[in-house]
């Protein structure tokens, strides 16, 4: 059984969520705060196996909350989180501080719906669990820090020669292929579990096609890189793939690869009402690598990826999905099998273990 605690301001919330944890046998509510230093002290009353935290509070915000439990009882704190880019500023803070994950509140007029939530924190609960954490010496929460300028990423390697930068042409054709791995519902779960089993020589570029807003691609990005050897960053317009490196498609756009092996986002229409869709860029990117193109659909709900999983069946490429036991949704994942394109079907370590 795992237990729960809810922290949240809002008693409607707190019963909402309760009712999404109740859903699930396996999770027991044991009690709720209304503010946050009423939740760290039952935290260290009752220890519970995972939290829910709230990001505004009364008393004590939920980053000033995240790191007082960090330091008197480390628990795996799941943020709750809502769509806007302030937001996922302090959801990409508290990630740093110490929370294992985060969940994007139901908003009217978003993607997100009410039983998507209920997916998702049911499941986001489940893996928070298995998560160990551990005592924090002390984390700020200021942001005052000197900030860093971040040089952009270079589109061909540079080298030093008798103290002169040269550039040298990159090999724009990656001999080692491309990855595409597309998810929605319980996706961000299901990705991080397959990105931890693969080695750091892994050679191919892989690229996340998450059905996920805007504000929160590069959230997702630093949280994926937290869990993985290889490194993750939101694509950009323009720049190059690299083997071995991971490339999460920012939200609100497509990515399309062009002959160069360059990234290119464009805003064109949504496809199964997504944008990025995974459809999008395998078909894209099964253009340019044919058969040295692998395909992966995970947990997510609609019929997303099937068609790209077609195009890449009929060049040679590799595709697998995951299966139902595993799955949050089984949607995407069983439209692909019975279209009877998937070469093999298994959970995201399996997955990960049939890249390697």
């Not at 044919?290 to 195009?311: F, N, Q, R, Y």
Request: aromatic share 2%; proline share 6%; glycine share 10%.
């Amino acid at each position: 059984m795992i237990r729960v605690l809810i922290v949240d301001d809002s008693p409607i919330i707190c019963r909402l969520l309760e009712e999404h944890l109740h859903s699930a046998p396996e999770i027991k509510v044991i009690g709720t705060a209304l503010n946050g230093r009423r939740a760290v002290d039952l935290i260290c009353e009752l220890r519970p196996d995972v939290v829910t935290l709230d990001q505004e509070m009364p008393e004590m915000n939920g980053l000033d909350s995240l790191a007082q439990i960090m330091t008197e009882c480390p628990t795996p704190v799941v943020m709750i989180s809502g769509v806007s880019r302030q937001a996922a500023g302090v959801t990409r803070e508290a990630l740093r501080i110490g929370a294992v994950d985060f969940v994007l509140k139901y908003t009217p007029g978003q993607d997100v719906s009410p039983d998507t939530l209920r997916l998702e924190i049911v499941s986001k609960v489940k893996a928070a669990a298995g998560i160990k954490v551990i005592r924090s010496i002390g984390h700020s929460t200021r942001t005052n820090r000197p900030k860093v300028r971040r040089l952009p990423l270079a589109d061909d390697a540079t080298v030093r020669a008798n103290g002169v930068l040269k550039r040298t042409p990159p090999t724009h054709f990656l001999q080692s292929g491309v990855v595409v791995i597309g998810a929605s519902t319980g996706g961000p779960v299901a990705v991080r579990e397959l990105l931890e089993q693969l080695p750091g020589n892994f050679s191919p570029a892989v690229l996340i096609v998450q059905h996920i807003p805007a504000s929160f691609t590069d959230v997702l990005a630093a949280q994926l890189a937290r869990h993985t050897t290889l490194p993750v960053k939101e694509a950009r317009n323009g720049e190059i793939l690299r083997g071995g490196h991971v490339y999460v498609a920012p939200g609100d756009s497509h990515l399309l690869l062009g002959s160069d092996s360059r990234i290119q986002l464009n805003d064109g229409p949504k496809i199964h009402g997504h944008r990025p869709a995974i459809d999008v860029t395998m078909q894209s990117v099964v253009q340019v690598y044919g058969a040295k193109t692998t395909g992966v659909v995970l947990t997510g709900m609609g019929d997303d990826g099937s068609e790209g999983l077609v195009a890449i069946r009929a060049k040679g490429g590799r595709t697998y999905a995951q299966d139902e036991a595993s799955s949050v949704v089984n949607g995407m994942p069983q439209r692909a099998r019975e279209r009877g394109v998937v070469d093999r079907v298994g959970s995201p370590i399996e997955i990960a273990g049939w890249l390697r």
